[in-house]
């Protein structure tokens, strides 16, 4: 793994939990990994009901857009993991596949993403104790 790892994370329309994770994974590591996502069928836009739960714990992604996945993003990624988006993720050896298993947040409300957005905040910390520890002392 590179000295800044990479992750990438794919769920179908790019739009509501690769959104989320992206989000949890900038603000909760800032510059100690460089986060991607992507959708194997992107959105026009971000989940309204995503972007208001984020804002909520104080994080805006409201600027994000959805994006296509492409085969040079995970290629260039360390880890790459997939949210509901069976296998139209491509598979490179040497690289580390992991599938949180995650509510799909398309048409509900903020009140069903908050749990959404809760459970994807405990997986990307311990992602972050995985990959980027805090270094102490």
Known sequence: MAEKPSVLFVCVHNAGRSQMAAGWLSHLAGDRIEVRSAGSAPADQVNPAAVEAMREVGIDISA?????????AVRESDVCITMGCGDTCPVFPGKRYLDWALEDPAGQGVG?????????????????EELAPEKTG
Do not use: C, H, N, S
């Open 64 to 72: 994000e857009t959805p994006k296509i996945l492409t085969v040079d």
């Open 112 to 128: 069903a993403v908050r749990p959404i957005r809760d459970q994807i905040r405990r997986l990307v910390e311990g992602l972050i």
